[in-house]
């Protein structure tokens, strides 16, 4: 093989060795934070690195013009970063420039000012358009300055066979970095999606539930009002009647106001729970789901905190008690307990429902598995999300006929 060949498949390989760097760390993170962009600036630091490392291992060079496929997170940084992210590699090339060589090209100056320009008015361009447009575009340019460098600085210095292997390599290292990029950051999209729409769909869902759980309050209450007309009620009589119609009055509110402060969307941000408080809530929300089901709730819990976003905790308690509770379409007992350990506060939910094989355990929390007839099959894979990124754990026991235990621990603070 030459050594061009050689040199190539070395630069390729740092940026591939970078692209993963940057895959698995959005990876991570996504976990604990929700994915809302690219991360711009992990992005462009990594091709201000891939820079840097390109200027490192350059290619042969041939007649002392060293030549490198650093284009490729030049155009990446461009694209992805924008403007600032261009403008960010440009110092630093510059500077690396400047304490390598002691040189200072007044031509890369100039050209990367008017490539500040361009990006600035390309990039959101660019980041609108489908995927095979991006590849298109991303592969063409990157191709396009690869062309002109080698026409203008390199013109007597490489046969037409290098070029020509110069602009495959950089054609297809722009692609596989744009694909993967477009990949991994559509997948995040969609599992943040899917998030919401289990959400929704548990809304609407509990909404049936609630406003038949709503009717009974004010049913009653209206009965008592309309007693309270007649004329031979005693002072007693009244008394009771309307404490009773203001008490149902007073359930119905509840009722509406603990729905609609899980259903209404609120802000994402890490607070102290309660654990007491929020396993109340979620509970009252599910009564009317539970009394419709004929299943009973038996709660015993001690005092404990945890750290986590109250909505999102709400959400996952609610898809395993839902859960719970159509396990057992001829009614039961469903427990929920809150137990302390030395640094843990650990949730029990325990159903006596028809249970799971081994093999319907080994896919629960896979998007869609569901055995339901109207299940999306999203609830699981909700409730692992949420339980990883309060750096929790969850561990299921299950027994055909028999019933569930999951079994939910949580770093607990003070
Ligand atoms: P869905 O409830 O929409 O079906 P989930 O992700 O909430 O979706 O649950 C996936 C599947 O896991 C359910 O269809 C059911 O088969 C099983 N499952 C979950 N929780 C329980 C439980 N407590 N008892 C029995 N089966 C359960
Ligand atoms: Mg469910």
Redesign the pocket.
Known sequence: MSDIAKDIIVNLFIFISLLFIYVVNVNITSRFKTYSHFKKNLLVLICILGVILCYFFPMQKTNGTPIDLGLIPVTIAGLYGGWTGYLALLVSTLFLLFITDHTMSIHLVISGLAFTVFFYYFSPVYLKMRLRLKLITSVSLSSFLMAVLLWKLHVYSFSLTTSVMFLFAISFGTGIIVYTLEFSHNHFLILNQLQRAERM?VVSHLAASISHEIRNPLTSSRGFLQLLQQPSVSDEQRQSYSEIAIRELDQAERIIRDYLTFARPAPEQNERLNIQDEILKVVSILTPLSNSANVQINISMIEGWITGEKTKFQQCLI??V???I??MPKGGYLFISVSTSKNSVVIT?E?Q????SST?LA???EPY????V??????????YRIIESMRGTITVK?QIGK??I?TLTFPSVK
């Open positions: 769909n898809n395993l839902k859960n719970g159509e396990s939910i159903d429902g028809s249970g799971m319907q896919r629960l929390g598995f569901s055995t339901k109207k299940g999306t099959g999203l609830g699981m894979m909700v409730v299950s019933g569930t999951f």
